[in-house]
Structure formats: structure tokens, C-alpha cells
């Protein structure tokens, strides 16, 4: 009968190629685990960044002949922390001035926003293409139109 410390001896070692494959796969799934943690705080940094108020200072439509349409100080958007939003913007909301038609629900990735709502031209899925702390831009494309959209921080 072998004593526990020579029972211990004989398989507390391990080639040296196998420990490699160990301790690589240790380092893999740290790796993963750290990936998976940092997108979730990203899309918890971003939809912190985005509550608020901003203004609209630009909006763009780009039409498949080449012909570019640009609107400055359109109004501003109203992002809420839980989930729900507010426009006032005549020209996004398809001219109808009631209430409820300037109000949204938005959700957010780390990469896009997406606002949904009936009433306005801003419910769509909205890539994001410059995320700063009081500066965005945003590019979507509906019918073959490419919209970019510049949101400046109010508050």
C-alpha cells in the first residue's frame, strides 16, 4: 500500500506538455470571460452616455441618385433611463402634433440604438458612428436612403 504522499507525488505531476495545454486553456477562458464581461459594460456605459437631452444639429438624407438633402437644428431628442424617449422634431414626426406621436422606446447595443415607435422617422435601427460623451453620429439606411443624423448634448 502506497503512502498519501507518494499517492500525492504520482499525479500531482504533470508533463510539461500538458501543463501548457492547461494553463493555455486557463488563459483562453479568462480571455472569454473578460470579452463577454467588457461588451456588457459597454452597452451599460453607452445607454448611460445617452440619457439626457440632446440636439439634433444635423440630419441627412443621401438618395441612390446622388442627391443630398441636410437639415440643421432640427430640435432636440429626450433619451430616458428607463427605456422610453420624447422628440420634438416636426419634421421627423411626420408633421402630426399630438402628444403621443413625439414619444419612443429605444433600446441600445454597444455598436447601435434602436428607436421604435409608429409615429416618427427616427424608429429604426441606428448604427452608431462617432460615440463621444456630448457628440454622436448615427448612419441608417431605409429604401435605399442613408441617413446620418448628429446629436450634440444638452444636458
Given amino acids: 500500500m502506497r503512502s498519501f ?3 500525492w507525488a504520482d499525479y500531482s505531476y504533470q508533463s510539461p506538455e500538458r501543463m501548457t495545454y492547461r494553463t493555455l486553456f486557463s488563459y483562453l477562458s ?3 470571460l473578460l470579452v463577454s464581461l467588457s461588451a456588457c459594460s459597454a ?5 448611460r452616455r445617452l440619457t439626457g437631452t440632446w440636439n439634433v444639429t444635423r440630419y441627412e438624407i443621401l438618395y441612390p441618385s446622388g442627391q443630398r438633402e441636410e437639415t440643421f437644428n432640427v430640435g432636440t431628442v429626450v433619451f430616458n433611463r428607463d427605456g422610453s424617449g420624447d422628440n420634438d422634431m416636426p419634421i421627423l414626426t411626420r408633421n402630426i402634433r399630438t402628444p403621443d406621436t413625439r414619444r ?3 433600446k441600445n447595443t454597444d455598436q447601435s440604438v434602436t428607436i ?5 422617422f427616427l424608429a429604426k435601427a441606428w448604427l452608431i458612428i462617432e460615440n463621444r460623451r456630448t457628440r ?3 448612419r441608417s439606411t431605409t429604401n435605399e ?9 444638452v444636458r
Fill in 5 to 7: 504522499s507518494y499517492f
Fill in 30 to 32: 479568462l480571455f472569454l
Fill in 43 to 47: 452597452q451599460k456605459k453607452l445607454q
Fill in 104 to 106: 419612443f422606446s429605444w
Fill in 116 to 120: 421604435i415607435s409608429e409615429n416618427t
Fill in 136 to 138: 454622436q453620429v448615427w
Fill in 145 to 153: 436612403l442613408i441617413q446620418t443624423m448628429e446629436l450634440q448634448k
